[in-house]
């Protein structure tokens, strides 16, 4: 009797084992839910094409299907090349599904970063409001002059996929930053200029001064919109990479979709190459696609201001202070 209980018990004992066991293999089994997080960053950093579309609504996707019918080429198909792009320019792309840093991009030549940060993570049922903060640095000083960028990002759970359901953009600026105040003494201070031949107090050196002062503003931020658009045009047309030819940026208000002579990235007058005061021009490209450009952004006359600015594919602004593009492109110092 005693060796028939010792063997039920045993029985028992391994029935018990089993189960146990056949319940941790199902539980590793499971995958792990996708956070939306890891969503945002599968689909803005992947390098499988079709990624970017996946985490789009059903509506947006069917939208853009046909949007890409009309005009002979997928919309968004070169998202899947973005970080392709930024490595083939020597820049170094690390991404993070935890922590407060979303993705850190460095380029060790020009001793540059880029860092977007989660502001706020909001995660409520199936919602989840993401709210993202963009911050550059150069030798570890500050490029934004105090400006604060939040890009919103509304998540919905669709078909048990993360979805991006709505975006928002919001910049702003403290009148008290420390960093916005040395970038506005910087651009205030009056710049050493001739008194001869002014004929009326309205071209005073203090009146030249100020309006010179307002065209560089609108030129450097005339440079950044241009970078942004190479970035987003190699994006959209992996084959092609960067552009040289400005208006194959604009297009806007034309009619028709988009296409590599008609991106619809910048308005009218910059894709012109002419807007306040100042002349912009791409040039330098190289390679196949191309992975390498230079803008500049040089006064039209001595009045329009007194810097030039230029660029790169690194994304880093320079200036000369002769108001020269070649002298920028050749020395140019970095603005800080």
């Not at 539980?27 to 390098?47: D, H, I």
């Not at 050493?192 to 203090?206: C, D, F, G, K, W």
């Not at 006064?299 to 810097?307: E, F, H, K, Y």
Request: charged share 15%; glycine share 10%; hydrophobic share 35%.
């Amino acid at each position: 009797m005693t060796g028939t209980k010792r063997l039920l018990a045993l029985m028992c004992s391994s029935i018990l084992a089993l189960t146990t066991l056949a319940a941790l293999a199902a539980t590793e089994e499971q995958p792990v839910p996708q956070t939306a997080r890891q969503a945002v960053l599968e689909m803005f950093f992947s390098k499988t094409p079709g990624t970017f579309e996946k985490h789009l609504p059903q509506a947006t996707r069917s939208a853009l299907q046909k949007a890409s019918a009309t005009s002979g080429a997928p919309m968004f198909s070169g998202f899947s090349a973005l970080t392709g792009q930024l490595s083939a320019h020597g820049q170094q792309i690390q991404t993070f599904e935890a922590g407060t840093t979303l993705v850190l991009i460095e380029d060790q030549q020009t001793h540059s970063k880029f860092e977007i940060t989660v502001e706020r993570d909001d995660l409520r049922g199936d919602e989840d409001e993401i709210e993202l903060g963009f911050h550059s640095s150069k030798e570890g000083q500050s490029q934004t002059a105090g400006a604060k960028f939040r890009l919103n990002l509304t998540m919905k759970q669709e078909g048990g996929a993360w979805q991006l359901n709505e975006v928002s953009v919001a910049v702003g600026v403290s009148l008290t930053d420390p960093d916005f105040l040395k970038a506005m003494t910087k651009k205030m201070t009056p710049a050493t200029m001739s008194t001869t031949s002014i004929p009326n107090s309205a071209s005073t050196p203090s009146a030249l001064t100020a309006m010179g002062g307002v065209n560089e503003n609108a030129a450097v931020a005339g440079v950044r919109t241009i970078n942004t658009a190479e970035v987003s045009y190699a994006a959209s047309f992996p084959a092609a990479g960067f552009t040289c030819t400005l208006p194959d940026l604009g297009g806007m208000g034309s009619g028709g979709g988009s296409s590599e002579h008609q991106a619809m990235l910048l308005d009218p007058r910059l894709a012109s190459g002419r807007k306040n005061g100042y002349v912009f021009a791409l040039s330098g490209c190289g390679g196949t696609p191309v992975s390498k450009y230079s803008v500049t952004a040089a006064p039209a006359d001595p009045g329009s201001g007194t810097r030039a600015f230029c660029s790169d594919e690194s994304g880093v602004i320079r200036f000369s202070a002769d108001g020269k593009a070649s002298s920028c492109l050749a020395a140019g110092r970095p603005l800080q």
